[in-house]
């Protein structure tokens, strides 16, 4: 039987991630697939990670591709070659498509509309989109056009309600079957080097650089309150992308602390007039689950990740940050997809007064036991259980015959 092909298409870093657990899930079933992807977005590092050929050119553009939250972004995109590059890129997809038996793509209006113009049978899981937002999902007059198309085989949603939502609205190839983002969750056994009994903090400062440097330096002044205000015992542990941990030795500089060998350290801190407390923070490239996993609370500013801890039960404090990406209207939407599981701090760029409200908050959240196990069921919920990308997978090799 001759191998088939199939392009995978996404338009965020998110998007991406999850392609690549689908593809993942693919491999495993042992079908006999010629992959290959174009990430619209950013330069498509997960997928050179999984060793999937990119088509066409890519760029990292100044709005991180999260330019609706402000238009002055979307005009720094322009001035870096916006127009130029996608156009290539829709060439790119146009001319390999031809040769694929399917499209899979991931993400919002974008990657639907580029799906549909090669012309190719596609899926969707469309990532960008629930009815936890407003109560019921609105995808407007083009995207269900679309999504209605006979090219379009089957819309995967990123949760129940909103496949039953498209379902009474008369979307019937609508279907829930799980998120990917919550495969390949399962601890690594990575020693993080943690004390037994104490609370572990994990921080996420996301992956798009610099605001992920930036959002460090924000998280540590954090870690100081925290630390001195907290009647209980804890222990941080951030979760950073590769391309942060050389910038250790520049962010302790910038926040007053010292970096020796992944370790961010803060001098002293004054608990009371006698005592003072040295402050930990162990930061890791490759510990993002073993640290998700063993966390009492997360303090995020960030997406996909932020999904993943609520989908784990965990609880989540956010503080808006100066964005592009992680802003007080990124997290507040945040908040509406993932509910009670996430407690924004602030409405505006994070200062000293939201920065005391935050760790008021934390220490607050891990004393409710209440609200903590409340998390539990929300995260189930919210975001269902594993096995997503391989009921995808299933999916799609059932399609092509193997």
């Not at 975001?383 to 399609?399: C, T």
Request: glycine share 8%; hydrophobic share 45%.
């Amino acid at each position: 039987m001759k191998s088939k092909g199939i392009l995978f298409l996404s338009n965020g870093h998110g998007e991406d991630s999850i392609n690549c657990q689908i593809l993942k899930a693919l491999r495993v079933s042992g079908a006999d697939v010629d992959v290959s992807a174009m990430p619209i977005v950013g330069d498509g590092a997960a997928y050179r990670r999984s060793t999937v050929p990119i088509i066409g050119p890519t760029s990292q553009m100044p709005s991180g591709g999260v330019f609706y939250m402000n238009p002055l972004f979307f005009l720094k995109d322009l001035g870096a070659g916006l127009i130029a590059l996608t156009w290539q890129q829709l060439q790119a997809v146009w001319r390999h498509s031809r040769h694929c038996d399917l499209v899979v793509a991931t993400g919002d209006i974008v990657a639907a509309a580029i799906a549909r113009s090669t012309d190719r049978p596609y899926i969707i899981f469309l990532s960008a989109h629930s009815s936890y937002y407003e109560g019921r999902v609105d995808l407007g007059l083009i995207l269900w056009q679309l999504l209605s198309s006979e090219k379009c085989l089957a819309v995967f949603t990123r949760d129940a309600l909103t496949a039953a939502d498209l379902n009474r609205q008369g979307l019937k190839k609508a279907q829930f079957v799980g998120n990917p983002v919550m495969d390949n969750l399962n601890s690594t056994g990575k020693d993080l080097q943690l004390i037994p009994g104490v609370r572990t903090i994990a921080l996420l400062p996301g992956s798009r650089l610099p605001e992920a440097a930036n959002n460090l330096v924000l998280l540590l002044e954090l870690v100081k309150k925290i630390a001195s205000n907290s009647t209980l015992p804890m222990q941080f542990r951030a979760a950073l992308v590769p391309a942060l941990m050389p910038q250790l030795d520049d962010i302790a500089a910038r926040s007053g602390w010292q970096h020796r060998s992944g370790k961010l350290i803060f001098p002293a801190i004054k608990r009371s007039f006698s005592e003072e407390k040295l402050v930990e923070v162990m930061c890791s490239a490759d510990a993002f689950a073993d640290i998700l996993q063993q966390s009492s609370l997360v303090i995020g500013m960030t997406g996909t990740a932020v999904e993943q801890a609520v989908g784990l039960g965990k609880p989540v404090i956010a503080v808006p940050g100066n964005g592009p990406a992680f802003t007080y209207r990124f997290a507040e939407a945040q908040n509406r997809l993932l509910g009670d599981s996430v407690q924004v701090i602030g409405t505006q760029p994070a200062n000293s007064d939201i920065i005391k409200e935050a760790a008021l908050a934390v220490d607050r959240t891990l004393q409710d036991d209440k609200y903590l196990a409340s998390c539990i069921q929300n995260g189930l919920e919210r975001m269902g259980r594993s096995g997503g990308s391989i009921k995808i997978a299933n999916y799609v090799a059932n399609y092509l015959g193997y």
